[in-house]
């Protein structure tokens, strides 16, 4: 059975700093790509970032980009997203997903999906 579980979220003021962690398991994880995503209430899912399997490439959302870092460990089946500067336009439910295809971990098309973390900023 295919789990990925996501830790780490929280209340933050403004400029604040979180760390993130999707933990996976039920799956040869370093078979598949991973990515972040979140959804602010009354708000569609957003890509948030993204990492190949081997960790060799990332991509980001360009409201994410320089502030937040996705990165790896296929030996703790872990994905973190350090998450700094935060705003409160960063507020959301924070999910993880892994597929094989790293197209797919840029979209909302992924394989599995976590049951998400709440982030929320104040102002």
């Known amino acids: 059975q295919v789990q990925l579980v996501e830790s780490g979220g929280g209340l933050v003021q403004d400029g604040g700093s979180l760390r993130l962690s999707c933990a996976a398991s039920?799956?040869?994880?370093?078979?598949?790509?991973v990515g972040w995503f979140r959804q602010a209430p009354g708000k569609e899912r957003e890509f948030v970032a993204a990492i190949t399997r081997s960790g060799s490439t990332t991509s980001y959302a360009d409201s994410v980009k320089g502030r937040f870092t996705i990165s790896r460990d296929n030996a703790k089946n872990t994905v973190p997203l350090q998450m700094n500067s935060l705003k409160p336009e960063d507020t959301a439910v924070y999910y993880c997903a892994a597929d094989p295809s790293f197209g797919s971990v840029l979209t909302t098309n992924s394989d599995y999906w976590g049951q998400g973390t709440q982030v929320t900023v104040s102002s």
């Open positions: 039920g799956l040869p994880f370093s078979s598949y790509a």
